[in-house]
């Protein structure tokens, strides 16, 4: 089965910036429509952001529109997440997951990974 892992998290200040990761090591990425989720403490996961499986459709949740920046390099097997001007509401457990095409659905994600820590903090 796809195996999916995050990478990039950490402890950044209000206005900073990360760029997280998803990478496939054993299957590659170019059928599957990628979404980033995020869950904060004692709140439901929600859809941050979505790449179609060419690269040629994203969607973005509102409150980081203009923030954050889905990309993918097939080739690499790797979904990216650049999220600058950050703020302590995008703090949270990050997790990419993949899917026939972008829904808002969790259920319609087959393959997650484990997830990364991003805390925005002073």
């Known amino acids: 089965q796809l195996r999916l892992v995050e990478s990039g998290g950490g402890l950044v200040q209000p206005g900073g910036s990360l760029r997280l990761s998803c990478a496939s090591s054993k299957f590659t990425l170019d059928s599957y429509a990628i979404g980033w989720f995020r869950q904060a403490p004692g709140k439901e996961r929600e859809r941050v952001s979505c790449?179609?499986?060419?690269?040629?459709?994203?969607n973005y949740k509102d409150s980081v529109r203009s923030r954050f920046t889905i990309s993918r390099d097939n080739a690499k097997n790797t979904v990216y997440l650049q999220m600058n001007s950050l703020k302590p509401e995008d703090t949270g457990v990050y997790y990419c997951?993949?899917?026939?095409?972008?829904?808002?659905?969790?259920?319609?994600?087959?393959?997650w990974g484990p997830g990364t820590q991003v805390t925005v903090s002073s």
């Open positions: 997951a993949a899917a026939p095409k972008c829904q808002r659905l969790l259920a319609t994600y087959d393959y």
């Open positions: 790449i179609s499986s060419t690269g040629g459709s994203t």
